[in-house]
């Protein structure tokens, strides 16, 4: 089992920052690629970035490239996702999730999930 817990969510105006953070405990985290994913209401779940196990490759939503960024601390057990540029339509609650097959964008071969997130983008 791995248990993720996001923080650092909250109400921006656009065009601010804001950064999460995603603490993982129980098994061992260099084991396990992260990925953020972001969910607004009446909406499906999306792809926002995911890192490999070092943290050497990264991938990025064509929505979110050159404004957010993921990285990882290991030595930390924690993932992170700086967003930048925010815009109103980023508004959404942003989850962390962990897999063990590899770095991708599929939701569904993700196996542990945190609670979310809030991130509000306002005009």
């Known amino acids: 089992q791995v248990q993720l817990v996001e923080s650092g969510g909250g109400l921006v105006q656009a065009g601010g920052s804001l950064r999460l953070s995603c603490a993982a405990s129980?098994?061992?985290?260099?084991?396990?690629?992260m990925g953020w994913f972001r969910q607004a209401p009446g909406k499906e779940r999306e792809f926002v970035a995911a890192i490999a196990w070092s943290g050497g490759r990264t991938v990025y939503a064509d929505s979110v490239k050159g404004r957010f960024t993921i990285s990882r601390d290991n030595a930390k057990n924690t993932v992170y996702l700086q967003l930048n540029s925010l815009k109103p339509e980023d508004t959404a609650a942003y989850y962390c999730?962990?897999?063990?097959?590899?770095?991708?964008?599929?939701?569904?071969?993700?196996?542990?999930w945190g609670q979310g997130t809030q991130v509000t983008v306002s005009s």
């Open positions: 999730a962990a897999n063990r097959l590899g770095l991708s964008r599929l939701g569904d071969e993700y196996d542990y």
């Open positions: 129980g098994r061992t985290f260099s084991n396990y690629c």
